[in-house]
């Protein structure tokens, strides 16, 4: 038995890519172990001093959403980078066989962040992005967007059945939703 590899700062850097590289890794592992068929990965939270410096930045994305005006350059250079380690999370995925396929074509993914826009913490036209074929019952390679700001439990619950989840409904109050967004699943 020996202690995981760790991955501390190099320079006073944090190793972004290697902790998401190994975390994806993990997951893997754990899905086709079948230890679990649910995960959660949380990159990074919302007040976080995460610095994605491998982006250019030299201070926390929290931070340059508050200070940088728009349209944020350096948000974006921020904001792109953490997708591409996303893209890197889901490519493990779909190398990864299993069954017929590979992990990524029978899972349900639902990827999002907690705000559209972080200089006013806005939610309207809040991105959300559903990963995977969740064995045949997604639609991949289509992009949905409102046009009418639809409540986002809709893309939960699209998410919830496309993974095989028998619910017809998800959330309370206001983000109540009993329709899914259709077009999304096969």
Excluded at 7 to 30: C, H, R, S
Excluded at 71 to 96: C, K, N, S, W
Excluded at 123 to 138: C, E, M, S, T
């Amino acid at each position: 038995y020996s202690e995981p590899d760790t991955y501390p700062d190099v320079n006073g850097q944090e190793q972004i890519a290697q902790k998401n590289l190994v975390m994806a890794e993990l997951v893997a592992l754990a899905l086709s172990c079948d230890l679990t068929r649910s995960f959660t990965v949380q990159f990074s939270s919302a007040g976080a001093g995460v610095v994605v410096w491998p982006a250019g930045a030299s201070n926390s994305l929290h931070q340059m959403c508050h200070d940088e005006s728009p349209p944020q350059p350096g948000v974006h250079a921020a904001v792109t980078y953490i997708m591409e380690q996303l893209a890197v999370f889901l490519d493990v995925l779909r190398q990864t066989p299993e069954g017929d396929g590979n992990l990524l074509d029978h899972a349900g993914i639902l990827c999002t962040t907690e705000l559209t826009n972080g200089w006013n913490h806005s939610n309207q036209d809040f991105p959300i992005l559903v990963a995977g074929k969740g064995n045949g019952r997604l639609r991949g390679g289509y992009h949905h967007r409102s046009g009418s700001l639809e409540n986002t439990s809709k893309a939960v619950l699209t998410a919830l059945q496309g993974a095989g989840v028998p619910v017809g409904s998800f959330g309370v109050g206001n983000g109540y939703a009993d329709s899914v967004f259709s077009n999304l699943l096969s």
